[in-house]
Every structure is written in C-alpha cells, then in structure tokens.
C-alpha cells in the first residue's frame, strides 16, 4: 500500500523534480506539474496521455479514475494511493514525469 511519504520520495527523486504548493495540493514539477497529491494524503493528480489514462483506468479502477471535466480529457487521472503498492506508483510517476520532462532535456 502506497502512501503519500511514498509519493513525495519517489517523485523527489526524479530528476529535475520540485515541490511547491498549489492550490490546497503539493504539486511536484520539472518544467510543469506532473502530479499534485491531495492535502489529505489520500489521492493525487497525475499528467497521463489519454491512451495511458484509458489503460490504466480499465486495468485498475479501483485504483485510477479520470479526473472529472475538461482536465480528465486532456488525460488527467485520479490515482488512489492505498490501492497501489509502491512499485507501480513508481511506474505511473515516472511515466507522468516523462510528459512533464523538456524535450531537449536527456530523458533517464
């Protein structure tokens, strides 16, 4: 079961990422916000394509849900951390940080 200490030390850890407030949220960012975790503790917010949205979505619900309007269309998806183990809330940061990353920075 991931947690919220789980998210904020596996996002720090990717490169170029910081933290800052965002609203009532954490948000972590390299050249944008990629994820943005819930004041709770709880939930956060990642940047997904669609097609990886759509994926996830259908192979975990109990674990991901689009956000809901405009922002779950563009591929923003709600992650419940308790339903994911650290591993796979590894995955799906990474796979977020990608999208945030510049092109021309080296992708690791």
């Known amino acids: 079961m991931a947690s919220a200490k789980d998210l904020r030390r596996i996002a720090l850890s990717l490169e170029g990422t910081t933290e800052a407030p ?8 390299v050249a944008r916000i990629y994820v ?14 669609p ?3 759509e994926f996830k979505c259908l192979l975990a619900p ?4 689009p956000v809901p ?4 269309q563009q591929g923003w998806t709600t992650a419940t951390l308790s339903a ?8 799906v940061l990474e796979t977020a940080w990608r999208h945030a990353v510049p092109k ?3 992708r690791r």
């Open 62 to 65: 109990e674990a991901f849900a």
């Open 51 to 53: 097609e990886e949205q």
């Open 84 to 91: 994911l183990n650290t591993a796979e809330l590894g995955d």
């Open 36 to 49: 943005t975790l819930a004041a709770d503790g709880r939930t956060a917010n990642l940047k997904l394509s």
């Open 104 to 106: 021309t920075r080296a």
């Open 69 to 72: 309007g405009g922002w779950g």
């Open 22 to 29: 965002h609203f009532d949220r954490a948000a972590f960012r």
